[in-house]
């Protein structure tokens, strides 16, 4: 074989593997495409089966769901409850996360791959195994119904993933750069403030989208340990399906309305977060 014909196969796979990835991204965005087109049809429209494309479009989903001409259930405070919970938590993970990588990757303790096995281990437990435990705690300490208990929940969930995220990202942080700050009298918050903090930004960017996106998302706890105070925009989404029935168009309008502060988080930080998941991928 040519080195010809290797360079055209190696472009027919190339352009096979193209196809592929076009075909799988066009595959998971039609359901979200549909959703949102849903959302701006009419009940009777959203209702048809086959579904219609050429339907009208109307925001008469969107008014119900926000509540427009005082009917229906305000979605304001569940959306600000999940906002709290999943920017505090994020915050706390982050604030977590960073001294805890950077003690197992830059200034490794002992034992460490113990340690990091550790925080794993805390991810293969089922969440309802620990739901009534939880419940218990929290009834016991006068914290159901708290926007402040799903901080603290959402804070120890996702930070063994956090910490491992961030020691793959501060395990490229330059060992020069640091013994550079130490010589000049740089402490450790001065080094991880100005010194690992701009070098690791595209991880910390990445870890902090990730973290969002997991609590934002989060249900479960959410569903069962909060009431009217500290429900959050998932549970309020599960609260619009009822007896009276299934109303399509308003579920689309809500479900794309709570997806946007993440679809819009993720296209914000794109750029770190691209930079960040491929960061350490190849020594």
Same mark, same amino acid.
């Given at each position: 074989?040519?080195?010809?014909?290797?360079?055209?196969?190696?472009?027919?796979?190339?352009?096979?593997?193209?196809?592929?990835?076009?075909?799988?991204?066009?595959?998971?965005?039609?359901?979200?495409?549909?959703?949102?087109?849903?959302?701006?049809?009419?009940?009777?429209?959203?209702?048809?089966?086959?579904?219609?494309?050429?339907?009208?479009?109307?925001?008469?989903?969107?008014?119900?769901?926000?509540?427009?001409?005082?009917?229906?259930?305000?979605?304001?405070?569940?959306?600000?409850?999940?906002?709290?919970?999943?920017?505090?938590?994020?915050?706390?993970?982050?604030?977590?996360?960073?001294?805890?990588?950077?003690?197992?990757?830059?200034?490794?303790?002992?034992?460490?791959?113990?340690?990091?096995?550790?925080?794993?281990?805390?991810?293969?437990?089922?969440?309802?195994?620990?739901?009534?435990?939880?419940?218990? @705690?929290?009834?016991?300490?006068?914290?159901?119904? #708290?926007?402040?208990? *799903?901080?603290? &929940?959402? =804070? $120890?969930?996702? +930070?063994?993933?956090?910490?491992?995220?961030?020691?793959?990202?501060?395990?490229?942080?330059?060992?020069?750069?640091?013994?550079?700050?130490?010589?000049?009298?740089?402490?450790?918050?001065?080094?991880?403030?100005?010194?690992?903090?701009?070098?690791?930004?595209?991880?910390?960017?990445?870890?902090?989208?990730?973290?969002?996106?997991?609590?934002?998302?989060?249900?479960?706890?959410?569903? @069962?340990?909060?009431?009217?105070?500290?429900?959050? #925009?998932?549970?309020? *989404?599960?609260? &619009?399906? =009822? $007896?009276?029935? +299934?109303?399509?168009?308003?579920?689309?309008?809500?479900?794309?309305?709570?997806?946007?502060?993440?679809?819009?988080?993720?296209?914000?930080?794109?750029?770190?977060?691209?930079?960040?998941?491929?960061?350490?991928?190849?020594?």
């Amino acid at each position: 074989m040519t080195q010809g014909d290797r360079r055209d196969g190696r472009r027919v796979r190339g352009a096979a593997l193209g196809l592929l990835a076009w075909a799988c991204g066009i595959a998971f965005f039609l359901p979200v495409a549909w959703m949102v087109l849903t959302s701006f049809h009419r009940e009777p429209d959203a209702a048809t089966n086959p579904p219609s494309l050429v339907a009208p479009l109307t925001l008469h989903g969107y008014r119900e769901f926000f509540g427009v001409g005082g009917a229906g259930v305000s979605p304001w405070p569940p959306l600000l409850n999940s906002l709290t919970a999943s920017v505090a938590s994020t915050l706390l993970v982050l604030a977590l996360a960073v001294p805890a990588a950077y003690a197992l990757s830059i200034r490794p303790v002992r034992k460490w791959r113990d340690v990091l096995f550790f925080f794993l281990s805390t991810k293969m437990l089922p969440l309802v195994a620990g739901l009534l435990p939880v419940y218990l @705690v929290a009834q016991n300490t006068r914290m159901l119904d #708290s926007i402040w208990l *799903l901080v603290i &929940l959402y =804070t $120890s969930m996702n +930070l063994p993933i956090a910490v491992w995220m961030m020691r793959s990202f501060l395990a490229e942080v330059p060992v020069e750069i640091l013994e550079a700050a130490s010589i000049d009298g740089a402490g450790l918050p001065t080094t991880l403030l100005r010194i690992v903090g701009p070098v690791a930004l595209p991880g910390i960017a990445a870890t902090a989208l990730i973290s969002f996106i997991f609590s934002w998302n989060e249900l479960l706890f959410a569903r @069962v340990l909060t009431g009217v105070v500290a429900g959050t #925009s998932p549970v309020f *989404l599960t609260g &619009l399906v =009822t $007896s009276q029935g +299934l109303f399509l168009a308003k579920v689309c309008a809500a479900a794309t309305v709570v997806s946007l502060p993440v679809l819009v988080a993720g296209f914000a930080a794109q750029d770190k977060l691209v930079q960040g998941l491929s960061l350490g991928a190849v020594k």
